[in-house]
């Protein structure tokens, strides 16, 4: 039990918008009588199985209700982002910026006037009480809250700070060790609170934003995905690394990783770990492996015209793994999205052969009938399956096929991803998380030095065997233990070594979705006009007259 600070409210109410919702109970003296209410906590659902909600779907409403029989009123009080809504309506400023004026224009949207409908406070047993009405009675608890909301938890008072880190939802318990090496090796400076944000990329960004966007100063470690360090950066959310924590923090990283934490050359993230494609296959359709798309087409058409198993899995669904596919292949044929400087597309030819490939798997008889719904969990079941000859994927499909079909095991084999042009060697878009320091963190020295422990070599390596995270640091690719448990770790260190990254810009969210439309469903897309499209929606986002999602 504690006493919440006034300046801490608002991370407590913050919080309830994230999904790290506390329902608690005061007991004690009656409400508005004086009496400070003692605290207990009841446990918070799991945040790992909460998804984010719509910006339209309607909010659950908060509640005071009576607990129990007693002599004075007892009261539980269950609080969530209707609670939240007011208070952030008025404290995002906008500050000339795509993504903050996205924050501005969510929170709005479900701002006081929908607070007053759907935020109905009241009195469950019905009585009014001496002299006030139900909804008088019940904005009497908020006072309270200032103490009630302690018991979201906190070891501030014992004056070891908890720094929260919130990163993707991780069901290996490598981030969770990681988090408690470091509080140990801290010597009692500070402690990590791991906490889990959704298990979508889109609703993970989200509730960053939201946050961020209200100043949330309960923030200090950020998980971010390897396209939204430019829009933190340009939204002034996150803290450039300077001095000896950058100098810590690039010594022995893949220098393609890092590329994609730095934004007008500095750095404002540390690679925390990596992804990239490879080409998966079964050797006994397939003795010897494709090295080029048309290759690989020509080996499925003669599969198929056998009658045997011969289709090629890839990610065709309208999201992001269409964007990485294009993103993959234009760079593969010479060319990107955008220009160096980010400032205009480039697109081009190489776009106009990458959009083609598109076209030409989607149409022959390699192509899965459902490639217009699949992503990367539809074509790892398909290839265990046993319909699949090929498959592009990454790395955790190995010990999936290893676990789930043995017998398919025995001839499954991987390869570089296939080129464009046989002289070209192919440039696989990485993936991956890169961790910031939030710019409202209150104690941003121990951030920084607490990320860089979390992402050290020994939590790198315990990413990568546990977890299936392939790291960052590239003495790692030459661990015996890695090696054992990645026999491919050469062929994804070398994909990393010439891999590509999605457009760096503030405004990448718009960039995906002009590419992921466009070209869904890929039998749909017209190579030329299908890029002149792509091209014209990209101009309206760089220009920012697009919407952000």
């Not at 009630?148 to 990163?167: I, M, Q």
Request: hydrophobic residues 40%.
């Amino acid at each position: 039990m504690g006493i919440v600070e006034r300046s801490d409210l608002r991370k407590r109410f913050l919080d309830v918008a994230s999904g790290r919702q506390c329902t608690l109970r005061a007991t004690g003296a009656p409400i508005g009588f004086g009496g400070l209410p003692q605290v207990e906590r009841i446990a918070p659902p799991a945040v790992e199985q909460q998804e984010e909600a719509e910006v339209d779907r309607p909010l659950p409403l908060p509640w005071v209700r009576r607990a129990g029989p007693t002599t004075g009123p007892r009261w539980a009080i269950g609080h969530d982002m209707c609670l939240l809504l007011p208070y952030v309506a008025f404290s995002v400023r906008r500050k000339g910026n795509a993504a903050r004026s996205e924050s501005r224009a969510t929170v709005r949207k479900g701002g006081v006037e929908r607070m007053h409908a759907r935020c109905d406070f009241r009195h469950v047993s019905g009585r009014k009480g001496p002299g006030g009405t139900r909804w008088l009675r019940a904005f009497a608890v908020l006072p309270l809250l200032a103490s009630v909301l302690a018991a979201c938890g906190s070891d501030e008072g014992s004056g070891r700070p908890t720094l929260n880190w919130y990163n993707f939802p991780d069901d290996s318990g490598a981030l969770q060790k990681a988090a408690d090496r470091c509080s140990q090796a801290s010597g009692g400076r500070y402690r990590i609170s791991y906490n889990k944000l959704p298990r979508a990329a889109d609703g993970q960004r989200q509730q960053l934003v939201r946050r961020l966007a209200a100043e949330d100063d309960s923030l200090d470690i950020l998980g971010l995905d390897v396209t939204w360090a430019a829009e933190f950066a340009e939204a002034r959310w996150i803290r450039e690394w300077t001095g000896a924590a950058k100098q810590q923090a690039v010594e022995g990283t893949l220098r393609v990783p890092l590329r994609t934490s730095t934004w007008k050359g500095k750095l404002y993230a540390v690679p925390y770990n990596t992804n990239a494609q490879l080409l998966w296959y079964r050797k006994d359709l397939v003795p010897t492996p494709p090295r080029t798309w048309a290759e690989m087409l020509d080996m499925a058409g003669d599969l198929a015209r056998q009658g045997k198993p011969h289709f090629v899995e890839t990610q065709g669904a309208q999201y992001e793994g269409l964007t990485v596919w294009f993103n993959t292949l234009i760079n593969s044929a010479g060319g990107s999205i955008l220009n160096a400087s980010a400032t205009e597309p480039s697109l081009g030819p190489p776009a106009v052969r990458a959009a083609g490939i598109m076209r030409d798997l989607a149409k022959s008889p390699a192509a899965d009938p459902s490639l217009p719904n699949q992503m990367e969990d539809q074509n790892r079941l398909a290839m265990e399956s046993g319909t699949a000859a090929f498959e592009l994927n990454y790395p955790f499909v190995y010990p999936s096929m290893k676990a789930n079909n043995p017998e398919l095991f025995k001839n499954f084999r991987w390869a570089p991803y296939p080129r464009v042009d046989p002289n070209r060697p192919a440039r696989p878009t990485i993936g991956g998380i890169d961790l910031a320091v939030s710019a409202y963190s209150r104690h941003p020295d121990l951030a920084f030095d607490a990320a860089l422990c979390l992402r050290n070599r020994e939590n790198q390596l315990t990413a990568a065997l546990e977890g299936g995270l392939p790291p960052t640091l590239r003495a790692l690719y030459d661990e015996p233990a890695f090696m054992k448990e990645y026999p491919f770790s050469r062929e994804v260190l070398a994909a990393l070594e010439a891999a590509s990254v999605r457009p760096i810009t503030p405004v990448y969210q718009n960039v995906s979705i002009a590419v992921s439309h466009t070209l869904s469903p890929p039998a749909g897309i017209k190579p030329e006009s299908s890029v002149n499209t792509i091209r014209e929606q990209i101009d309206d986002a760089l220009r920012s007259e697009g919407v952000i999602p």
